[in-house]
């Protein structure tokens, strides 16, 4: 479907369900627009701190403070908008001194990040304009000072609590460390852009954005329950990828809650695309339990190899690239899976709440590596914990939270370590 259709398309769907001009006065006034309304935000900052980078004995931190503040009006007629202005500083010393700043975080960056018109009727609800979406390939990554976010139109179809549909057509992005929406994305600018021999001209290459499509539906069976999602990208001009995700839920056995999870994705392209060939088919396990206030889980995902192709057969995943918030179940801190190419992937983690103010998590990860025409084969260890502190009473709102991951690569005499320590203020 041609790019501008699609857009389109999603609108007129909903045409039939909008109210005709002053059919419905019980759909409220022009005053509903600001007594309903309602403002939120928080104010966030990082103090973030590198210890070597494997070949490079360097140490840096820095320290950004910013937030948001958003602004939601009622609705008329079914209609409401929404706007969010995001912000984040770090002093000029350090900006300006390249061995001691971090340039994920985004820093000195002030942008009207969300500014949508949203039709809500029953369980059909249209979004036109900047905003954040929330999808397996495609998101905010909201674990930076500024989150990702996404201009196009979105549609969620929701007949019940267990079974629903997303749509989106998306044509501007802006990344973590962008004020302005354009037509790049992960692989092709910012902090994590893919560069060198075989990535020469990915630099600046722009793109006419994306589309999805996505169901989720629950099944219940007695004591077990089926959790299920599908989805479909077209990432235009780079590949159209599929990716099925699902979780079995068994009975409870005493305490112990067990699961099994199964995931597979499938990337092609077709045609004279922009990354070259890809063709990419990871697939995956998961196995765990919750017991109390614990889960403890093991993961692997095998990602043949495919010589010849972008990243000898790994993910072309342009939004999440770098970021490692791909829905995977190997999701590392510091060398996400979707960007390191063909391998083995294996994961333990687990997670304990204390109580209702402070809970923790940790995990093993390695990431075996496939040998490629450019690269050798190696491997990667990353382990990682992180505490978080929720405030109640009369501090409530106030966030804490500690991350600590620590990486080797075999054969490499150093190591790689980062802290990310975070505060918030939510109201």
């Not at 990344?175 to 929406?181: G, H, I, K, R, V």
């Not at 045609?271 to 206030?293: E, H, K, N, R």
Request: hydrophobic fraction near 35%; include cysteine; proline fraction near 5%.
């Amino acid at each position: 479907m041609h790019p501008k259709r699609l857009s389109a398309v999603l609108l007129t769907i909903t045409l039939p369900l909008l109210p005709c001009a002053g059919a419905q006065a019980d759909d409220g006034n022009f005053s509903d627009l600001f007594t309903n309304g309602k403002v939120n935000g928080y104010l966030r900052s990082f103090e973030w701190t590198n210890s070597n980078f494997y070949n490079s004995p360097v140490n840096n931190s820095i320290f950004v403070a910013g937030g948001m503040l958003k602004a939601e009006s009622g609705e008329l007629d079914h209609f409401s908008a929404g706007v969010a202005f995001y912000t984040a500083h770090t002093p000029q010393s350090t900006y300006n001194d390249p061995l001691n700043y971090d340039p994920t975080l985004g820093t000195n960056l002030d942008t009207l990040g969300q500014s949508y018109i949203n039709y809500h009727n029953g369980w059909v609800n249209v979004r036109q304009g900047r905003q954040a979406i929330d999808t397996p390939f495609a998101n905010t990554a909201d674990y930076r000072m500024i989150p990702a976010l996404y201009q196009g139109t979105t549609m969620d179809l929701t007949p019940s609590e267990d079974f629903g549909f997303t749509f989106g057509r998306i044509t501007r992005y802006k990344s973590w460390t962008s004020a302005t929406f354009d037509r790049t994305n992960n692989e092709t600018a910012g902090p994590f852009e893919k560069s060198g021999y075989p990535f020469q001209n990915f630099p600046g290459l722009a793109t006419t954005g994306f589309w999805y499509a996505g169901a989720h539906d629950v099944l219940n069976f007695g004591s077990e329950k089926l959790t299920s999602q599908l989805w479909y990208y077209d990432f235009m001009n780079i590949a159209h990828l599929s990716f099925i995700d699902e979780k079995l839920s068994f009975k409870a056995i005493g305490d112990f809650k067990p699961f099994v999870g199964f995931q597979y994705a499938n990337e092609k392209n077709d045609s004279a695309a922009l990354f070259g060939a890809v063709d990419s088919t990871p697939y995956g396990l998961q196995i765990g339990t919750d017991f109390g206030q614990n889960n403890v889980a093991a993961a692997a995902i095998h990602i043949p190899a495919h010589p010849g192709t972008f990243n000898n057969g790994g993910l072309a995943s342009p939004y999440t690239d770098g970021y490692g918030s791909a829905a995977l179940f190997t999701g590392n801190m510091l060398f996400p899976t979707e960007g390191l190419g063909s391998g083995n992937a294996y994961q333990l983690s687990g997670s304990h709440t204390f109580n209702e103010s402070w809970s923790s998590w940790a995990t093993y990860n390695r990431f075996n590596q496939t040998a490629s025409a450019l690269l050798p084969a190696q491997a990667i260890d990353e382990y990682v914990v992180s505490f978080s502190y929720a405030a109640h009473g009369f501090f409530k709102g106030w966030k804490v939270m500690d991350m600590l991951g620590y990486s080797t690569l075999a054969g490499n005499s150093y190591h790689f370590t980062q802290n990310r320590l975070m505060a918030q203020y939510g109201f």
